[in-house]
Every structure is written in structure tokens, then in C-alpha cells.
């Protein structure tokens, strides 16, 4: 079935340095994929999309590109704040209706000192 | 414009009760899906309403039930509870035909 594998964490980052969060998937046809971010004691918020390969999606300085050829959509910013602190989750969704459930991974928490 | 909301906040309950979550979708959305999220986990896929009717189902026991109202409201409930059942319950709302989800901020649900 369906799928979504992250980079295990906790990360740990001192604030301004280059974050990268892995994130790959399996799945048949072209699945629409996101990036959603949890703070603490709140929900998912949406970060970023892509529904297409070689899509790029981008928000509040994140980044990410969807790879069919390598079934990636790896999480990048070029320097993270304090206030980036939260837990950050891969998705993907077989359709662009509705009707299809996302299936999320597992989560990568990332911590930024100052 | 209020997003999704979720009630009550918080809730302990004791293993063998029942429960009941409440969701309001984002306003203009008429489809509402249902979480599970254990600690430290993603969220896993309950189960998914639109026009009253359950559409879609995730691996989860028939202990799992839910409704959706004319309004586009939905409640969660869950009969028998065990230990395991303790978890964030998210509901989200989409339009249909359209992405992405919209969650709320969930309710944490602890059973001692």
C-alpha cells in the first residue's frame, strides 16, 4: 500500500544553519504530496504542495521538489529561526479529490538553538 | 473566517466508557476526515464523511463510529475504550473535489 518515510529525529540545529528533512513515498500513480508542520499543543498546519513531478513547492522559506524518479519530496530551508521549532510531517494523497485520506509518515522533530 | 473547530479541548475518560468528539468544518467545506494520532506518531486515517454518509474507511474496529449532521458538523465516537485509544484526535475539512485538508487543533484523549 501507500506510504511515507521521513528521516528519523530529533534534529538539532543551531539557528541560521541548512535544514534538511528526507522524505520519500510509495505509491501508485502520481500521488499529490505536502509537507505539513505541528507546533506544540496545536494541530497540522499546511506548509507546502506539490501535485505534479519537478513541482516545487515554497512557503515561508521552505522549499521542496517533488522527484518521481526518485519518489522524493525532501524538506529544505536555507536558515532556520527558533520560531521553526516544531514537528514536521511528509504526505501524500493518491487524488486531488477530497475523497482521498492522506497517509502522513511518522513525523521528524526539529529543535533550533539559538 | 473560523477555521476548524474541535471540542472539548481535553477529555479523561476510564477504560470500558464512551466518547464523543465534536468537529465544525472550515466554513464552505462539506467533507470532514478523522485522525488518530498516538504520541510521537503521524496521524493515521479514521474515517471520512461527506453528505451524511461515511465515504471512506481506515483500518480502525468498528468500536469507531461517527456522524455528520445537514450542517456539515461531524462527531467522533468511540464505545469500549481502551488504554490504547489514548491519542490527538484531529479532524480535518476540504471542499469537495478539492486539496488540501484543513485541521483543527485537535482533541487530546487520555483513558486511565
Known amino acids: 500500500g501507500d506510504s511515507v518515510t521521513q528521516m528519523e529525529g530529533p534534529v538539532t540545529l543551531s539557528e541560521e544553519a541548512f535544514l534538511t528533512i528526507n522524505c520519500t513515498y510509495t505509491?501508485?500513480?502520481?500521488?499529490?504530496l505536502f509537507w505539513y508542520v505541528q507546533y506544540p499543543g496545536e494541530g497540522l498546519q499546511l506548509l507546502l504542495k506539490?501535485?505534479?513531478?519537478?513541482d516545487k513547492g515554497s512557503n515561508k522559506g521552505f522549499e521542496a521538489t517533488y522527484r518521481k524518479e526518485t519518489t522524493s519530496f525532501h524538506l529544505e530551508k536555507g536558515s532556520v529561526q527558533v520560531s521553526d521549532s516544531a514537528v514536521y510531517f511528509c504526505?501524500?494523497?493518491?487524488?486531488?479529490?477530497?475523497?482521498?485520506?492522506?497517509?502522513f509518515g511518522p513525523g521528524t522533530s526539529l529543535s533550533v538553538i539559538p | 473566517d473560523a477555521g476548524v473547530t474541535q471540542s472539548p479541548t481535553h477529555l479523561i475518560k476510564t477504560r470500558g466508557q464512551q466518547v464523543t468528539l465534536r468537529c465544525s468544518p472550515k466554513?464552505?467545506?462539506?467533507?470532514v476526515s478523522w485522525y488518530q494520532q498516538a504520541l510521537g506518531q503521524g496521524p493515521q486515517f479514521i474515517f471520512q464523511?461527506?453528505?451524511?454518509?461515511?465515504?471512506q474507511r481506515g483500518n480502525f474496529p468498528d468500536r469507531f463510529s461517527g456522524h455528520q449532521f445537514p450542517n456539515y458538523s461531524s462527531e467522533l465516537n468511540v464505545n469500549a475504550l481502551l488504554l490504547g485509544d489514548s491519542a490527538l484526535y484531529l479532524c480535518?475539512?476540504?471542499?469537495?473535489?478539492?486539496?488540501?485538508?484543513?485541521f483543527g487543533d485537535g482533541t487530546r484523549l487520555s483513558i486511565l
Open positions: 480535518a475539512s476540504s471542499p469537495e473535489g478539492r486539496s488540501p485538508q484543513h
Open positions: 505509491a501508485t500513480g502520481y500521488p499529490s
Open positions: 506539490a501535485t505534479k513531478a519537478d
Open positions: 504526505a501524500l494523497k493518491r487524488g486531488e479529490t477530497s475523497y482521498d485520506k492522506v497517509i
Open positions: 466554513s464552505g467545506h462539506d467533507t
Open positions: 464523511y461527506y453528505e451524511e454518509e461515511e465515504r
